[in-house]
């Protein structure tokens, strides 16, 4: 069966930056430790699917309110208490970080220079 693309949308190729796997190592080792193997094995699973789909839903998810553009290129997925942040580009969509919701605007502002 062929995936169906979602009228008026183009796919776009999803990039991770460093700084993303250097927040997600973070979180999950606070999984594994807090929460077992088996609750940060799935939460990593969850975290995978989550950002896949964004090839072609990328305006699914809300602008993120600490980074309002005119454009809504900075954007979150929430998962749990957690916060994936990325930016739509042109032909891409950036995955910036992982990070927990308690986290200053300071920080995420910060977030804004990061390369992929």
Same mark, same amino acid.
């Not at 069966?1 to 949308?9: C, I, L, Y």
């Not at 990325?86 to 995955?95: G, H, N, Q």
């Given at each position: 069966?062929? $995936? !169906? *693309?979602? /009228?008026?949308?183009?796919?776009?190729?999803?990039? &991770?930056? +460093?700084?993303?796997?250097?927040?997600?190592?973070?979180?999950?080792?606070?999984?594994?430790?807090?929460?077992?193997?088996?609750?940060?094995?799935?939460?990593?699973?969850?975290? $995978? !699917? *989550?950002? /896949?789909?964004?090839?072609?839903?990328?305006?699914? &998810?809300? +602008?993120?309110?600490?980074?309002?553009?005119?454009?809504?290129?900075?954007?979150?997925?929430?998962?749990?208490?957690?916060?994936?942040?990325?930016?739509?580009?042109?032909?891409?969509?950036?995955?910036?970080?992982?990070?927990?919701?308690?986290?200053?605007?300071?920080?995420?502002?910060?977030?804004?220079?990061?390369?992929?």
């Amino acid at each position: 069966m062929a $995936e !169906r *693309k979602p /009228q008026g949308r183009k796919i776009k190729r999803v990039v &991770f930056a +460093e700084h993303f796997y250097f927040t997600l190592v973070k979180v999950l080792t606070y999984g594994l430790t807090e929460f077992g193997s088996f609750v940060a094995y799935n939460f990593n699973i969850e975290i $995978e !699917r *989550k950002t /896949q789909m964004l090839s072609s839903l990328y305006l699914t &998810f809300p +602008e993120n309110k600490f980074l309002p553009t005119k454009t809504k290129r900075y954007r979150n997925i929430i998962l749990g208490k957690y916060m994936i942040l990325y930016r739509i580009k042109p032909t891409t969509v950036e995955v910036l970080a992982i990070y927990h919701s308690s986290i200053k605007p300071s920080r995420i502002k910060k977030l804004r220079s990061v390369k992929p």
